[in-house]
Nanobody, 124 residues
């Protein structure tokens, strides 16, 4: 069973930056595709970005965001967020998938494991 723990969320001002981390345990990290989603109050969970086991990255087609997903060789995936806006306020979730397919990784249903989320609050 893979376990995921997000960290790095918090309060940031409009235009600021944050880097979220997601540390995994209980699985073979190098074989997993990893994704980030976010969910604001009253809204559906939204795809933010993903990185395959071969380090190929995927982002939403539109609108163009200001997020970058990366991973290390051990057990952690990152979400670098720059120029944050109040509309970026949400709970951010990390997820892991046994499937590297680009279409699968854009959907919450494509993931096998989820973290509990970390809150990012951008003040105006």
């Amino acid at each position: 069973q893979v376990q995921l723990v997000e960290s790095g969320g918090g309060l940031v001002q409009d235009g600021g930056s944050l880097r979220l981390s997601c540390t995994t345990s209980g699985g073979t990290f190098r074989s997993l595709a990893m994704g980030w989603f976010r969910q604001a109050p009253g809204k559906e969970r939204e795809f933010v970005g993903a990185i395959s086991s071969s380090r190929r990255t995927y982002y939403p087609d539109s609108p163009k965001g200001h997020f970058t997903v990366s991973r290390d060789d051990v057990n952690t995936v990152y979400l670098q967020m720059k120029n944050l806006k109040p509309e970026d306020t949400a709970v951010y979730y990390c997820a892991a998938s046994h499937n590297d397919g680009v279409l699968v990784l854009r959907l919450p249903a494509g993931y096998n494991y989820w973290g509990s989320g970390t809150l990012v609050n951008v003040s105006s």
